[in-house]
């Protein structure tokens, strides 16, 4: 789950480290996430203690994996002092709140010299940690809320509030008033979204490393290929299927597509799909990570908090709608196979799913023992250390019956020599997991910190409420130029935020206008956001995940980019689907939800259908343009005019069957 594909799978592991680094990197990283652990299933911490620490850590790893000039240029003196003091930097502004902290709440409001100095250095900290470990676009945003901040007549930029439109003018904040809101409050860097990263997302990154480290990533990969290999098209429709179980571990696009798109792309090519839709397949398969329970990246913690709703309730209503999302990839998939006419892989080159089972059942335990302490309403945070400890038992028990019964029966018998070079291996993946999970941790866990900044001045001077005005004011109080704005608005921040960020961001500027201005539940209101902030996954000019397809399949990355956008039309489907049909995700009459259901899914095929022109056979233009309205009238919040679409759908798709079967 390590953020949205700004940083690869294991950030930092591009670069060339001296052996001390390397060392020190390790130290680190196993010290935060035995720390998180520790706090997560032994000793729960305070609010201020557990993020201080979590976010001093992850500066330090970060300083540590992301040298100042970047991977490819030896620090040099210059570059190992500037280090060293932002290294220092992240020590410091830790661990004076740990320390101070009391003294801190004592004198809350009437801020020392020492404090505001400390908070300086812990805001300029975080935004270089940022720049480093997300990229320089988080960092500029970060600064130019700072600067806004400042902005007014009564802020230490007076002449900046000059150039402010007249609905963005505030009045103005001293270096003071910020710097207590954004490092001593709890609305800035250490708000909520620094306290669901140093919790809830952490012990999942950390779950989804050690299951990434036994190999659960292939097993999951075979699995698909067993089950759907023989299909026409198989190894794209393997990859929509792996893509979603690899989602619910790492839960990063970036990552999907490097992972499982190593090895669907050249099984796509092989088959037949032409380099930019294999690439563009995987990306639009892989976004769907990120919007796939049981962690959805990290909205679904992110979504629980802000929206005050058990964590199992927002897992179980994002289930439907992201069926209908990856529904919508694999039929796709289907009709670019029906249309160029291939053919599916042959018994021999798939692995066989007895096979597959029998050398990675045990990966389901630890997934079902999640699932299990999820229902039994525990908290999430203590939900992933107990999934981590039964990951960990059913290795050392599969281990222990390897050695046992397995290796004597291949000529291999126990002696001490075996036993102690098994257990130092053992002992060397229980390190490379707990480093791999923190290594993945940095890049969302700086987002959020950032994202904290954000947060925190959008509160101080009231841009949320702005905002919303705009919006009411552009969109002339229609709901759908509202979520077309919404969904322009994610696209724009895609370009410089990973998803996180950019749902939080986003969440804070337009939510109370969805939901006081449009009357948008709360939870869809979040739903809709957090699925539009994955859009520049897959929307060109940046797509990120079709340039890592594309860089996978060696094809064009502008293409591919494109690809990716017509396979993820879900992406912006859906979320309307869940506005103007509410009971899918607030509930209802059983009848009423499987019809809402079944007219959504169907519109999903149609669409599809309508955009390549073919089903079981071709389609003409007319019943194409047919399809269209017949779609629209599906999100109409009228029964009879969803029921008129549903028939006409019906009746094109009947039609279309039976004229595949007279030819």
Same mark, same amino acid.
């Given at each position: 789950m390590s953020e949205s594909g700004n940083s690869p799978i294991v950030p930092g592991s591009q670069a060339h480290h001296a052996r001390p680094v390397l060392w020190l990197i390790t130290l680190v990283a196993v010290g935060l996430s035995l720390f998180q652990l520790y706090s997560a299933g032994i000793q729960p911490l305070g609010l201020f203690y557990q993020r201080s620490i979590h976010l001093m850590l992850i500066m330090m790893l970060a300083f540590l994996m992301f040298p100042v000039f970047g991977p490819r240029r030896p620090r040099g003196l210059v570059g190992w002092l500037l280090d060293a003091t932002f290294f220092a930097g992240a020590l410091v502004t830790g661990g004076y709140l740990v320390v101070y902290l009391d003294e801190i709440i004592n004198r809350a409001g009437f801020w020392s010299q020492t404090d505001i100095v400390v908070g300086c250095i812990a805001t300029v900290t975080v935004l270089e940690a940022a720049r480093r470990a997300v990229g320089l676009g988080m960092t500029v945003i970060g600064l130019i809320a700072l600067l806004y901040a400042f902005a007014g007549p009564r802020g230490d930029l007076p002449w900046l509030g000059e150039w402010l439109p007249g609905i963005l003018e505030h009045r103005g904040y001293s270096l003071d008033r910020l710097v207590g809101q954004l490092y001593l409050g709890q609305e800035g860097i250490f708000g909520l979204p620094m306290g669901v990263a140093a919790t809830y997302i952490f012990i999942f990154v950390l779950f989804g490393a050690?299951?990434? !480290?036994?190999?659960?990533?292939?097993?999951?990969?075979?699995?698909?290929?067993?089950?759907? @290999?023989?299909?026409?098209?198989? &190894?794209?429709?393997?990859?929509?299927?792996?893509?979603?179980?690899? %989602?619910?571990?790492?839960?990063?696009?970036?990552?999907?597509?490097?992972?499982?798109?190593?090895?669907? !792309?050249?099984?796509?090519?092989?088959?037949?799909?032409?380099?930019?839709?294999?690439? @563009?397949?995987?990306?639009?398969?892989?976004?769907?990570?990120?919007?796939?329970?049981?962690?959805?990246?990290?909205?679904?913690?992110?979504?629980?908090?802000?929206?005050?709703?058990?964590?199992?309730?927002?897992?179980? $209503?994002?289930?439907?709608?992201?069926?209908?999302?990856? %529904?919508?990839?694999?039929?796709?998939?289907? !009709?670019? #196979?029906?249309?160029?006419?291939?053919?599916?892989?042959?018994?021999?080159?798939?692995?066989?799913?007895?096979?597959?089972?029998?050398?990675?059942?045990?990966?389901?335990?630890?997934?079902?023992? =999640?699932?299990?302490?999820?229902?039994?309403?525990?908290?999430? *945070?203590?939900?992933?250390?107990?999934? !981590?400890?039964?990951?960990?038992?059913?290795?050392?028990?599969?281990?222990?019956?390897?050695?046992?019964?397995?290796?004597?029966?291949?000529?291999?018998?126990?002696?001490?020599?075996? =036993?102690?070079?098994?257990?130092?291996?053992?002992?060397?993946?229980?390190?490379?997991?707990?480093?791999?999970?923190?290594?993945?941790?940095?890049?969302?866990?700086? +987002?959020? #910190?950032?994202?904290?900044?954000?947060?925190?001045?959008?509160?101080?001077?009231?841009?949320?409420?702005?905002?919303?005005?705009?919006?009411?004011?552009?969109?002339?109080?229609?709901?759908?130029?509202?979520?077309?704005?919404?969904?322009?608005?994610?696209?724009?921040?895609?370009? @410089?935020?990973?998803?996180?960020?950019?749902?939080?961001?986003?969440?804070?500027?337009?939510?109370?206008? =969805?939901?006081?201005?449009?009357?948008? &539940?709360?939870?869809? +209101?979040?739903?809709?956001?957090?699925?539009?902030?994955?859009?520049?996954? $897959?929307? &060109?000019?940046?797509?990120? +995940?079709?340039?890592?397809?594309?860089?996978?399949?060696?094809?064009?990355? *502008?293409?591919? %980019?494109?690809?990716?956008?017509?396979?993820?039309?879900?992406?912006?489907?859906?979320?309307?689907?869940?506005?103007?049909?509410?009971?899918?995700?607030?509930?209802? &009459?059983?009848?009423?939800?499987?019809?809402?259901?079944?007219t959504g899914l169907l519109a999903l095929a149609a669409f599809a259908a309508a955009l390549e022109g073919y089903l079981f056979t071709r389609i003409g233009w007319p019943l194409r343009a047919l399809l269209l309205p017949a779609i629209v009238a599906v999100f109409y919040p009228s029964l009879m005019v969803e029921a008129a679409g549903a028939a006409t759908m019906l009746a094109v798709i009947v039609g279309n069957w039976r004229v595949s079967r007279r030819t």
């Open positions: 050690f299951l990434e !480290i036994t190999g659960a990533g292939k097993f999951f990969i075979d699995l698909a290929y067993a089950a759907t @290999g023989r299909q026409r098209g198989g &190894p794209a429709k393997a990859a929509v299927i792996a893509s979603a179980g690899m %989602g619910s571990i790492s839960g990063s696009a970036i990552a999907n597509v490097v992972t499982t798109g190593a090895f669907t !792309i050249p099984l796509m090519k092989r088959l037949g799909y032409r380099p930019h839709q294999a690439g @563009g397949i995987e990306a639009a398969a892989s976004t769907g990570g990120q919007i796939m329970p049981p962690l959805m990246g990290a909205g679904a913690f992110l979504i629980a908090e802000y929206t005050r709703m058990p964590y199992l309730e927002v897992v179980k $209503v994002s289930i439907l709608p992201a069926v209908m999302y990856f %529904g919508t990839v694999y039929l796709f998939v289907h !009709i670019i #196979a029906l249309k160029q006419g291939m053919q599916g892989m042959t018994k021999d080159e798939l692995p066989q799913m007895r096979d597959v089972m029998g050398q990675g059942w045990h990966f389901l335990l630890p997934l079902a023992v =999640l699932v299990w302490l999820l229902v039994m309403n525990m908290s999430p *945070m203590r939900v992933g250390y107990f999934a !981590i400890l039964t990951m960990l038992a059913v290795a050392v028990m599969r281990f222990l019956v390897w050695m046992l019964f397995a290796a004597p029966r291949q000529g291999q018998p126990v002696t001490g020599e075996r =036993l102690a070079i098994a257990t130092r291996n053992a002992m060397m993946k229980l390190v490379e997991g707990l480093e791999l999970g923190a290594r993945n941790a940095v890049a969302v866990s700086m +987002a959020c #910190a950032v994202a904290g900044v954000i947060v925190g001045v959008v509160g101080l001077t009231g841009l949320g409420l702005k905002f919303s005005s705009m919006m009411l004011a552009f969109s002339g109080g229609n709901l759908l130029l509202a979520l077309v704005m919404v969904l322009l608005a994610s696209l724009v921040l895609g370009m @410089g935020l990973p998803v996180t960020a950019s749902y939080i961001v986003l969440i804070v500027l337009v939510g109370p206008a =969805l939901t006081a201005e449009f009357g948008v &539940p709360l939870l869809i +209101a979040h739903l809709v956001v957090f699925w539009y902030s994955q859009d520049s996954n $897959v929307t &060109p000019p940046i797509a990120l +995940a079709g340039f890592a397809g594309a860089a996978i399949a060696g094809a064009k990355p *502008m293409e591919t %980019g494109f690809q990716a956008w017509k396979f993820a039309k879900g992406l912006y489907l859906i979320p309307l689907f869940m506005v103007y049909n509410p009971e899918i995700i607030m509930g209802g &009459p059983w009848p009423l939800l499987i019809w809402t259901a079944v």
